[in-house]
């Protein structure tokens, strides 16, 4: 993979190129051992009437993020190998890094990552840049699709919806998952409290159950937590459903942004006070998702709005005090619905990549229902058949399998996650709003500033001048 490192840089010019070559040369890289793949049973994926073997001696570069689904599917690299006698070299890296290192690759149209990890908010500007290769035609290739087995119908509609854009397949769907409100069953039941159906049910609870866990000297634990870092897809993915469930909306049907609308100030009042204050753990106002997952698996957390995949990470006692003593619901509703931020990870093929074909063997591989019964133990697959069968019966708790199956059906995904191109810029902005009334500034002036900035970015470029 670094010759043709190399040769890129032997004739591409520019900065870019240089800084990823820099990063992956500090990059782990794993490459699966023969040894470990002499060990796997690959029949289930042999029921599929293709030619896994027909890229054989292919060398892959995978590219993906450092959360637990993909350290998973790490692990079961031996399986894909033995399969397909195709060697992936898998690189693993921070989230934020990631998509760093990924719009470079894809910017540049250096090739170096075969495959790509991409989600919905960054699908827009891929899509519209042409940096993804298409994935119907591959998918309608009987010589390297089996459409029987393979099962798309088996997918989540909404992940499918997640992995599209204007009717074009760009990735298919490795996960699918979406905030809940995870709490501790054992304290609950401890202090006779009820799952908050509202949210201003959970403004209540949580100073009812800080109060709770003071007066039993529960020191450094706190009552409830939840996203307030700024970034794009940061704290934007949990705020974004509580302005929705009071009524109001990012973004208006004509795209001009509206979210300093009463509903949106009331929501983002109603935020502020649920993320900060009394029963919120120190530095509150700057939370990011892995702290709150870590701080609720260690028990400094009595109550959080985390991603589904979040119970990957606790149903053990190597992983988590609370292993044995959690439950999750839907997050509350607001006067006008109970909204959600569907997400889903998808693997796509590079535009510029040299092993397409066998990118595409990886890419059904990755999302089959086989390798999703492979991984279902540390992930959230997008798989409907798995979370209608009885394999998740094991983790005692009947309120995330319910909310599982309630995320499964959803399919309203809100506009300014669902492919709009500007969405990177738009969200840093908007975040940056959201943070900075968290600290204390006053909530109609900050979002007024931030909706004339928001405008000035969509009225310089392309999604208003494609529809």
Request: charged share 20%; with cysteine; net charge negative.
């Amino acid at each position: 993979m670094f010759s043709l490192l190399m040769n890129d840089i032997g004739y591409r010019s520019g900065h870019c190129l240089s800084v990823l070559l820099t990063c992956l040369l500090c990059l782990p890289l794993s490459v699966s051992s023969a040894e470990q793949g002499n060990a796997v049973d690959v029949s289930p994926w042999l029921k599929a009437d293709i030619d896994w073997q027909q890229f054989s001696g292919t060398t892959l570069s995978v590219l993906a993020n450092s959360q637990p689904a993909f350290k998973a599917l790490q692990k079961k690299l031996p399986y894909f190998e033995r399969l397909t006698g195709i060697k992936v070299g898998f690189h693993v890296i921070p989230q934020a890094r990631m998509r760093d290192v990924r719009r470079i690759d894809l910017a540049a149209g250096a090739g170096i990552y075969d495959v790509v990890p991409i989600g919905i908010s960054y699908l827009g500007e891929a899509y519209r840049q042409g940096w993804l290769e298409p994935l119907q035609p591959y998918f309608e290739d009987p010589k390297l699709t089996d459409a029987c087995w393979y099962d798309l119908e088996d997918i989540s509609p909404g992940s499918l919806a997640l992995s599209s854009i204007d009717g074009v397949m760009l990735a298919l769907p490795f996960d699918f998952f979406a905030p809940v409100f995870f709490y501790r069953k054992d304290l609950f039941q401890r202090y006779g409290l009820k799952v908050p159906d509202t949210y201003e049910e959970l403004l209540q609870l949580k100073n009812t159950l800080q109060m709770a866990l003071e007066r039993d000297e529960m020191h450094n634990m706190y009552a409830f937590a939840s996203r307030t870092r700024a970034g794009a897809g940061l704290n934007t993915w949990t705020i974004i459903p509580v302005i929705r469930a009071y009524g109001g909306e990012m973004m208006d049907a004509s795209l001009k942004p509206v979210f300093n609308s009463p509903q949106a100030r009331e929501a983002l009042r109603v935020y502020r006070d649920m993320v900060t204050g009394y029963g919120s753990p120190p530095g509150a106002q700057m939370l990011n998702f892995h702290e709150i997952r870590e701080a609720f698996k260690r028990g400094r957390l009595a109550s959080v709005i985390a991603a589904s995949d979040l119970f990957a990470e606790m149903d053990s006692p190597q992983e988590s005090v609370i292993w044995d003593k959690w439950e999750a619901a839907p997050v509350p509703r607001g006067p006008h619905a109970r909204a959600t931020s569907l997400w889903s990870w998808g693997f796509a093929i590079n535009a510029s990549a040299e092993h397409k074909h066998a990118a595409w063997l990886f890419l059904q591989w990755a999302s089959s229902r086989e390798t999703a019964m492979l991984l279902h133990e540390e992930d959230v697959p997008a798989r409907t058949s798995l979370w209608h069968s009885n394999v998740y019966d094991y983790l005692n708790a009947p309120g995330f399998i319910g909310v599982s199956r309630w995320i499964l059906d959803q399919r309203d995904i809100d506009p300014i996650q669902n492919g709009l191109a500007e969405f990177p810029q738009v969200a840093r902005v908007a975040s940056q709003a959201f943070n900075e009334i968290f600290f204390g500034a006053p909530v109609t002036s900050t979002l007024n500033q931030a909706v004339v900035r928001v405008e000035q970015i969509m009225q310089s470029g392309s999604e208003r001048s494609n529809d």
